[in-house]
């Protein structure tokens, strides 16, 4: 009794506007009709009230045996591009289906609510359906559940029913293929790329030992077995790999803009583009905030963009998906976690900072074999750029002075320094590296520092000043030996011909005609 009262309430609960409408006309007209005595409008009263409730009753007496599935294709996409939900529905009954109609429950950043209606569905039959979603924000979004509505005919009573099942989409940041440039990020094992490692030690290293009962035959090494006279098996270890920390500064008030046009989201489009680059060459990548949050991903070295391993490139690109402005105020977490050293190559995407904070980052250059530096300039995503410098009479500092005083900090420090503004191609910004790599605020073995600000003579300079340090010592040796004309005469002359080998030489090793064995980020190789 308590499961058909019940069940009457929920049908009445789901009596539509026009079956409200039909039910409040049908009292209305029963109780004018008792009171006029009108026999007529009566019996239209009668029928009126009947109508819905009879409707709802129907209703509550199907037993719809409907089972549902969804299908995402793909379950992780890029921002901007769209994924298509597949949606089917199986009347699993011996009775025909009547009138059905689906909504599946999205997310308002997805699109609207897809709705589709299904005429009938036959015995042990199924529909397909199928809608786009397509987001521009970045995120975890989930799908569903799907709401299955039933409805009368006349359009008077709808009961809905939800199934359990749900999906979730994820959107993650656009991945950019970046140039293949040099790097020496410190690869521990073999040679500059995972793939020589593995020509040079092999993907298990060749060091027998005896023959343990469960080891795989196909690992018996033969020439061990002939040399010790006992069956012998190859010991799997695993290549060193190169190890590299990608840096991502998430202070809200290092970055300008809102929405997807906002530098925050160009940095952490980079810093997915720069992950996924570095785990196709073969990197142990780990992506840090300057919360210190890591999260750590081995890439399979294989080479080629779209190369690394889909649960490796989907460990960082999951964390980027969700990675949120925070609200600190300096770096001083990150730096804890960089100083524990070994961290081979050090990328940082980097927004407003100060310069104590930067000086303080730029010192652990010397724990990492190498490091870049990209430098946001925050304000050219703003509309408002200038108009508070404007404001105070030009006293505030420009942001391009800033940058400029913070790469020569970097760059005295070792740092490969990029500026990225508001509009620049990642991949262009990214293929400067190997011009800023040979740019003369490098530290080099070769160079001799004079100032704080990385200004030095590079070593080919160096040794012209010794040649003609040495030139003339030889020329004022033979100063009492000769009359001073003939005595000027061999000076010149002796420096016209060392200027001219000087000269030789220079062109013998220029760019476009040398072997580049000195196009590094680090002095290990000069």
């Not at 909504?103 to 609207?112: A, F, I, T």
């Not at 020439?223 to 500064?249: F, Q």
């Not at 989201?265 to 073969?282: I, K, N, Y």
């Not at 040495?470 to 001073?484: D, Y």
Request: proline residues 4%.
């Amino acid at each position: 009794m308590a499961g058909t009262t019940r069940g009457w309430r929920t049908s009445l609960h789901g009596l539509t506007t026009r079956g409200r409408s039909f039910l409040a006309a049908g009292t209305t007209a029963v109780l004018c009709a008792l009171l006029l005595g009108q026999s007529g409008l009566l019996s239209i009263g009668l029928l009126l009230a009947a109508l819905p409730l009879a409707s709802a009753a129907m209703l509550t007496r199907t037993h719809y045996r409907v089972a549902s599935g969804r299908r995402l294709t793909p379950s992780r996409i890029p921002a901007g591009q769209e994924a298509r939900v597949h949606l089917r529905v199986d009347n699993v009954s011996r009775v025909p289906t009547g009138l059905l109609m689906l909504e599946d429950k999205v997310p308002y950043v997805l699109g609207p609510r897809p709705r589709f209606v299904l005429d009938r569905v036959e015995p042990h039959g199924h529909r397909e359906v199928s809608y786009r979603v397509r987001s521009d924000l970045r995120g975890r979004y989930p799908l569903g559940p799907l709401q299955l509505r039933l409805g009368d005919p006349f359009g008077l009573c709808e009961l809905t029913r939800s199934f359990n099942a749900a999906d979730t989409l994820t959107v993650v940041p656009q991945v950019q293929p970046l140039p293949q440039i040099k790097l020496n990020g410190e690869w521990t094992g073999y040679g500059e790329s995972h793939s020589r490692a593995v020509a040079l030690a092999g993907e298990d290293d060749a060091v027998p030992r005896e023959y343990r009962h469960g080891d795989d035959l196909r690992r018996v090494h033969w020439r061990s077995t002939a040399k010790y006279g006992e069956l012998m098996v190859r010991r799997e270890e695993a290549p060193l790999r190169s190890r590299a920390t990608v840096l991502l500064d998430t202070r809200s008030s290092g970055h300008r803009g809102s929405g997807p046009a906002s530098s925050f989201e160009w940095a952490v489009g980079a810093a997915a583009s720069v992950s996924l680059h570095l785990l196709e060459r073969g990197y142990t990548v780990r992506l840090l905030t300057d919360s210190g949050q890591a999260v750590t991903a081995t890439g399979t070295g294989s080479g080629g963009y779209g190369s690394a391993s889909a649960e490796a490139a989907g460990t960082l690109l999951d964390a980027l998906a969700l990675v949120e402005a925070s609200h600190g105020r300096g770096l001083a977490q990150a730096e804890e976690v960089l100083r524990l050293g070994g961290e081979g190559l050090v990328v940082a995407l980097l927004g407003v900072v100060g310069d104590e904070r930067l000086a303080g980052l730029a010192r652990l250059r010397q724990r990492a074999s190498a490091a870049v530096a990209i430098l946001l300039d925050a304000e050219s995503w703003t509309l408002l750029r200038g108009l508070g410098q404007q404001g105070r009479g030009g006293e505030a500092e420009s942001s391009e002075d800033r940058i400029e005083r913070q790469s020569r900090l970097l760059r005295a420090a070792g740092w490969t320094v990029l500026r990225a503004r508001s509009g620049d191609s990642l991949p262009d910004v990214w293929r400067q590296a190997d011009r800023a790599s040979a740019a003369p605020g490098l530290p080099c073995r070769t160079r001799l520092v004079l100032d704080g600000e990385g200004a030095g003579v590079n070593g080919r300079t160096r040794i012209a000043l010794h040649s003609v340090s040495a030139t003339m010592l030889t020329a004022l040796c033979l100063w009492p030996l000769v009359s001073p004309a003939e005595w000027l005469l061999q000076a010149a002359l002796t420096l016209a011909v060392t200027a001219a080998v000087g000269v030789g030489l220079r062109r013998r090793a220029r760019p476009g005609r040398r072997s580049r064995r000195c196009n590094c980020w680090c002095c290990s190789c000069c």
